[in-house]
């Protein structure tokens, strides 16, 4: 891999809730344009690490700078230049297609101008301009989660956040999702996905599994099937959390 500098660096990360410690001394750094796996199963601290990054959350102690800044210090620096979509979908089902786009738009700061260019951008890729004016609620699951990926990149954000982006879709939506995160990263976007799909880890560039809130493995798909003599990243979880 080139050297493209870091864009999120964590050193001792480490968050509390009372006795329990859901992030036990993190420390990783993500590259700018990466696509950046963070695996583990259910539990594992991934959703509590990324509430962290993304500035919803404060560390108990440690650092994490995200786009250069520290995201306890500087939490609304941290949101103005990254993307966030969350493992619950994140629009509104009350809302039309154009009406979400619209809204988030605001929240980012476009102007009227831009969040109507991007909004007939992300329609017109997505071939869904006939659905700018359907409720929400009345679209499929798949089409709703690439929607939501729009969204969360409509402003062009320095760094995605995408939290179990593709659970419950079909496998073409899935494949799909993914041609979307590749074009993404392509223009400069770095991209950090959880997923608990592990056929999904070896479409990143690098990738770190979580394991009860610490880090166990952390690297190319292709080093982590080495390491462990594994012949798929399914089978290199499997290894770990025996």
Known sequence: MTERGNIIEVSHLVKKFGDFTANDDLNFEVKKGEIFGFLGANGAGKTTAIKILCGLSEPTSGIALVAGFDVGKYPDKVKERIGYMSQRFSLYNDLTVKENFRFYGGIYGLSSAAIKERTNYF????????????????????????????????HNPQVVFLDEPTGGVDPITRRQFWEMIYETAHHGTTVFVTTHYMDEAEYCERVSIMNEGRIVALGTPAQLKEKYQAQSMNDVFIKIAR
Request: no cysteine; net charge positive; aromatic share 6%.
């Open 123 to 154: 329609l017109e890729k997505l071939e869904m301009e006939k659905t700018r004016n359907v409720v929400l609620s009345e679209i499929p699951l798949g089409w709703k989660q690439k929607l939501a990926f729009s969204v969360a990149i409509m």
